[in-house]
Nanobody, 113 residues
Framework: QVQVVETGGGLVQAGGSLRLSCAASGRTFTMEWYRQAPGKEREFVAGVTWSGGTTSYSDTVKGRFSISGDNVKNMAYLQMNSLKPEDTAIYYC?????????WGQGTQVTVSS
């Protein structure tokens, strides 16, 4: 059974940094981060496609967040800098294994003002 586990969330002050990690138990082709704030829809944050090493970001995090990873270990990281209170959300990792997407349970990120 495929497992996707996110770690690294926590409480940080505005302007601070956090690094999230995502570990998948299967061979991944893409790894993406999404987030969902209370009362809002889940939104795309950042993603990486191992073939070609392409990355993408939402406009709201571009320049502040950086996605990286290791396709051999099926790990992805989200470095979040200059955090703002509006970044507060549950952050989810989504992985594409070639036949289906799998999601983790999420990790809470809270940014205090």
């Amino acid at each position: 059974q495929v497992q996707v586990v996110e770690t690294g969330g926590g409480l940080v002050q505005a302007g601070g940094s956090l690094r999230l990690s995502c570990a998948a138990s299967g061979r991944t082709f893409t790894m993406e981060w999404y987030r969902q704030a209370p009362g809002k829809e889940r939104e795309f944050v950042a993603g990486v496609t191992w073939s070609g090493g392409t990355t993408s970001y939402s406009d709201t995090v571009k320049g502040r967040f950086s996605i990286s990873g290791d396709n051999v270990k099926n790990m992805a990281y989200l470095q979040m800098n200059s955090l703002k209170p509006e970044d507060t959300a549950i952050y989810y990792c989504s992985v594409w294994l070639g036949t289906a997407y799998y999601w983790g349970q999420g990790t809470q990120v809270t940014v205090s003002s």
